[in-house]
């Protein structure tokens, strides 16, 4: 937590004004058994009704300050917790933009929600709450002991004895509660895991019928949840009874040498009153203290899940020496004995690639799933690094690259086509930021949607996405191609992005790319698509097996030839 305690450093002034307030509310607490024992002792005891009106107008006063004290101090504490977690939610969300995809491979994308949503909630309420009553409950256990000592230090010794025993107990709790709300927060990642992954395919669910199957899945780790924070609230609540005990115990001591002094006049009854007050209060902030324990525990935990994610270390960034004035020209790419391993992963998933794509040139990638095609995609526009070997652009390493000037220049179209929560022009647009309208046309005629968008109930500014009308896959794959094609890319990378397109949609698609004067990457399972590249390179396993045009690898006896005869033979019935 001291590590977050820099984004407290913008309220300074509205943090003053609050620990400032509170310690006039404690000084108030403390004084008034103080005034009490005063309006017992001088005014009641002594049948003095001008020293009872006196004091007692006092304590009204000073309640009453208190009282508009604590409610400036709730202004004060209310802004300065929800500016802290906006701040800290601001900077947790540029931290993950900054994020390669190995640091995105380690921390999955629902711990991440729950982190940027559940935990810094959890900070938020601790700052509040650390400024409206959490140094009270301490300060007022220690000032109220020194005064039960002031009063009469005889008769409040016992309690030099229990608090600080007390005080070490709680410590102890405090630490076994930290480890176990850690396990809760981990564990409640897993039920918004599920609940995830459950929303994203529940379409897929509903037609295989896994409702019962899901429900058990989620069931199990909601118990998991739920019987770790069980085990954390019990910890907690067996701390409550235990204290009350052994305050209770100290009043009936103070009481009964209270009442043995009194008789024999070594003390006042308006003091022993005063001393039972302090203990009284002490024990209603121990009682605060439990639920303390549970907030700073859980908050431990929270800022230590915090601080995860702002200690990850960036692991892809600009080189040092990379030349902000480097750009794609012409947009030929080589693959020098490349290899890539993903950092989990046990084998390499790309050994010894290399080949040559010329500027303009069309290049499509065959293979089986798991071969390696959309790796080989991802080491392009430096998504991962490779490990060994080099990916040039026009003969420079990717790496000497400024990254963003690199991705620029590069259209991606990911397998799975992604659109955003907005209209359509904003979708397209999404690719730059800049695109006039008529750029956006243009991209969305190229990628063969036009017409489509022309058909929709508002056009260009028909809601799509999450929460608009729903597209079918083919539509969502072209709007992603008109998305990449309005950056008029320098490297165009289609992953398997034309799968959901008709045969001749396809055909009108690649002939629209040819203005585009960009080297383009196809991944694909079609030979009729691989046809017309320039080079078609066949991956396995990793291994680039075959390259060349599609005659020449017709001519070698090999999987090319296998796979041309099998989708001839289907094409032919
Ligand atoms: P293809 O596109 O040819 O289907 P991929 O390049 O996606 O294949 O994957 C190649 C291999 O790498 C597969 O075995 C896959 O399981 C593995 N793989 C893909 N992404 C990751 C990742 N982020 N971490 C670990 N392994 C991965």
Redesign the pocket.
Known sequence: MRKLSFFLKPYKLPIFVALFLMLFELAVELIQPLLMAKIIDEGILQNDLRVVYLWGSVLVGVSILAFIGGIVNSFAASHVSQGFGFDVRKSLFEKVQSFS?TNL?KLSASSLITRLTGDVTVLQNTVFMGLRIMMRAPLLVIGGTVMALLVDAKLAFILLITIPVLIYFLFWVMGRAGKLFKDVQSRLDAVNGIMRENLNGIRLIKAFIRRDFEITKFRNAADRLKNKTAASLRLIETTLPILLLVMNISVIVILWFGSKQIITGDIKVGEVVAIVNYVTRITASFSVFSWLIMALSRAGASAGRINEVFSTHIDLLDMVNADPATEIKAGRVEFCNVSFQ?P??ENH?LNHVSFVAEPGETVAIL??????????FHLIPRLYDADGGKVLIDGTDVRQFKIETLRKQIGVVPQEAHLFTGTVRENIAWGKGEATDDEIVIAATDAQIHGMVEKLPGQYETIVGQKGVNLSGGQKQRLSIARALVRKPKILLLDDSTSALDANTETNLLQALEKYLCTTFI?TQKISTAKAADLILL?DDGQLIAKGSHEELLRSEGLYQRIYKSQFREEAL
């Open positions: 995809f491979d993903y989990a992963a998933v293979g089986g799933t798991g071969s390696g095609k959309t790796t080989l991944i991956l």
